[in-house]
């Protein structure tokens, strides 16, 4: 069931507006809200976090075990789908960077860095700067969109998913210091795993001479974050360069792109091999 729920979510994403119905986070940003302005959980950032993440995925495993003995199991399938679904990123890169990749197509330095700023949150202090931060942004959100996800899915199942997602919301909404860094910590523990099984990925799909001489020596360093093991080991795959204008540059985020797709179907493949063989 699960390989099918997988393929059942690229459907979905790929072909409906189903994933935007479906990733509401109003309700449980109100309860964010809530807990952070308690003044008893100010206090206790662990205790806080438990409510916003524990709860929910202590409530969604009590359901799944529900189903499980329910028409054999089937009726959990539309759950596992919904919060795979709403598990995975929001937005769409692709089109974040549309703004990105014209300005840039353009030479217009100036504007470059005006809708990077705006749209994908990435600043530079020079043009070659920027556009390998900008490739780092397309890296990093692709993995932690829907490489991550779906590696948890495959892995645990949808409880991990949901756990995945929300901390992940809440590093990224939270507003107190203490509760932000102890979502950031558990997400890093989330990361570390699926982030250098995506890295092996990119080293099998692109130039796995590059991937090992940039990251042989981190790829067991528990310091390193997601998001700079996933930037080093993606360029170095892509062989993208440091500093391109115009239509060069752009190459290089197809080149990003490509390889990118290139692992997801590793992955979809590995993950067929392995349901078969279960």
Same mark, same amino acid.
């Given at each position: 069931?699960?390989?099918?729920?997988?393929?059942?979510?690229?459907?979905?994403?790929?072909?409906?507006?189903?994933?935007?119905?479906?990733?509401?986070?109003?309700? =449980?940003?109100?309860?964010?809200?809530?807990?952070?302005?308690?003044?008893?959980?100010?206090?206790?950032?662990?205790?806080?976090?438990?409510?916003?993440?524990?709860?929910?995925?202590?409530?969604?495993?009590?359901?799944?075990?529900?189903?499980?003995?329910?028409?054999?199991? =089937?009726?959990?399938?539309?759950? /596992?789908?919904?919060?795979?679904?709403? @598990?995975?990123?929001?937005?769409?890169?692709?089109?974040?960077?549309?703004?990105?990749?014209?300005?840039?197509?353009?030479?217009?330095?100036?504007?470059?860095?005006?809708?990077?700023?705006?749209?994908?949150?990435?600043?530079? #202090?020079?043009?070659?700067?920027?556009?390998?931060?900008?490739?780092?942004?397309?890296? =990093?959100?692709?993995?932690?969109?829907?490489?991550?996800?779906?590696?948890?899915?495959?892995?645990?199942?949808?409880?991990?998913?949901?756990?995945?997602?929300?901390?992940?919301?809440?590093?990224?909404?939270?507003?107190?210091?203490?509760?932000?860094?102890?979502?950031?910590?558990?997400?890093?523990?989330? #990361?570390?795993?699926?982030?250098?099984?995506?890295?092996?990925?990119?080293?099998?799909? @692109? #130039?796995?001479?590059?991937?090992?001489?940039?990251?042989?020596?981190?790829?067991?360093?528990?310091?390193?974050?997601?998001?700079?093991?996933?930037?080093?080991?993606?360029?170095?795959?892509?062989?993208?360069?440091? *500093?391109?204008?115009?239509?060069?540059?752009? /190459?290089?985020?197809? *080149?990003?792109?490509?390889?990118?797709?290139?692992?997801?179907?590793? =992955?979809?493949?590995?993950?067929?091999?392995?349901?078969?063989?279960?």
């Amino acid at each position: 069931m699960s390989f099918l729920v997988l393929l059942l979510a690229v459907w979905v994403e790929k072909f409906s507006a189903g994933r935007q119905r479906i990733q509401q986070d109003g309700g =449980w940003l109100r309860q964010l809200a809530r807990v952070e302005a308690a003044p008893s959980m100010q206090a206790s950032p662990w205790l806080s976090l438990a409510l916003l993440v524990l709860v929910p995925v202590l409530l969604l495993g009590v359901l799944l075990l529900l189903l499980k003995s329910v028409a054999y199991g =089937w009726l959990a399938l539309p759950v /596992h789908l919904l919060v795979l679904i709403y @598990g995975l990123g929001r937005g769409d890169v692709l089109a974040a960077l549309g703004p990105f990749r014209d300005a840039w197509r353009r030479d217009d330095t100036e504007a470059a860095y005006l809708v990077a700023a705006r749209d994908l949150g990435v600043q530079a #202090d020079e043009p070659g700067e920027l556009l390998t931060r900008v490739q780092g942004y397309l890296l =990093w959100q692709a993995y932690q969109s829907f490489f991550a996800v779906i590696f948890w899915y495959a892995l645990l199942g949808p409880v991990a998913v949901l756990a995945y997602r929300l901390l992940a919301l809440t590093t990224e909404q939270a507003q107190q210091v203490a509760l932000r860094e102890r979502a950031q910590q558990l997400r890093h523990a989330f #990361d570390w795993l699926p982030a250098r099984v995506l890295a092996s990925s990119f080293a099998l799909v @692109g #130039d796995f001479v590059s991937v090992s001489r940039a990251l042989l020596h981190e790829l067991l360093n528990w310091q390193i974050s997601a998001a700079q093991l996933v930037d080093h080991a993606g360029r170095a795959a892509a062989n993208t360069p440091a *500093s391109a204008p115009g239509d060069i540059g752009l /190459h290089s985020l197809d *080149s990003l792109w490509e390889m990118l797709v290139r692992s997801a179907l590793l =992955w979809y493949a590995g993950f067929a091999v392995w349901t078969l063989l279960l």
